[in-house]
């Protein structure tokens, strides 16, 4: 069934011009970062944006998703990186169109499939306006067809996102390991559902980091390395 509603939504895809459309290219690099629970892969995101002194998105897009949209704020926090193949979400938002729908030409989606649409498309908004941060949210796969699009994902083994869950999330130490993984499906189960890809694996990604290794400046600045010799390589073309 899972698989029958997969196919359905991406055929909607085509039509609405979501799945490999043409896309424009701004100016700068629009970074976009998938992250473990527990990694530091928010973190990593907000110094990478201070320091370049460019925007970062992570919750603010649901506020400008739904002001764009008209439609309740809430509805689109209930439903942020939650895939629609959950029953507890299904039975939550149900599967009804919305009423404001034809403004994205989604009126014969569910509900979920409608959410993420209007999210798509203020995504691909952001990134128009030139260099950015984008956490998670597909991010990387709304945008794949963007020659400046980088995507990095933040990773660490799960002893150490216990130990920054706990410290930073005040979390108790016996839950904690729990809640990581627990989070970890939910993205997973989101970014699986929604794009063609697989969560958490170093192919999905241009670049994977391990957050334990390096630190939260460390990886900001192995992106920051990356990014440039991405760049000089574009600009000198292969060596042999």
């Not at 473990?36 to 944006?49: D, E, W």
């Not at 627990?182 to 694996?201: E, L």
Request: positive net charge; aromatic residues 12%; charged residues 30%.
């Amino acid at each position: 069934m899972e698989k029958v509603k997969k196919r359905w939504f991406r055929k909607k895809a085509l039509w609405y011009n979501l799945d490999r459309e043409e896309q424009t290219m701004s100016e700068g690099t629009v970074y976009t970062i998938g992250r473990q629970y527990g990694s530091g892969g928010r973190y990593v995101g907000r110094k990478l944006a201070d320091k370049l002194g460019i925007p970062f998105y992570d919750k603010e897009l649901v506020a400008m998703a739904a002001k764009e949209s008209g439609l309740s704020e809430a509805l689109f926090q209930n439903a942020d990186e939650k895939a629609s193949s959950s029953l507890f979400y299904s039975l939550a938002v149900g599967s009804y169109p919305l009423s404001g729908g034809a403004a994205f030409g989604a009126t014969e989606m569910p509900l979920n499939d409608q959410l993420f649409l209007i999210v798509s498309q203020t995504i691909k908004k952001l990134a128009d306006e030139g260099s950015c941060v984008i956490i998670g949210r597909c991010a990387d796969y709304i945008l794949r067809e963007r020659k400046n699009m980088m995507s990095v994902f933040i990773h660490a083994p799960i002893e150490a996102r216990v130990e920054r869950a706990v410290k930073y999330y005040k979390l108790e130490g016996g839950k904690a390991a729990e809640i990581c993984l627990r989070n970890d499906k939910k993205r997973a189960n989101f970014y699986n559902y929604y794009s063609d890809k697989k969560w958490g694996m170093c192919r999905t990604y241009d670049l994977s980091v391990d957050s334990s290794k390096l630190g939260i400046d460390g990886c900001v600045d192995q992106i920051i390395g990356f990014e440039k010799a991405w760049k000089g390589y574009l600009e000198k073309g292969p060596s042999d």
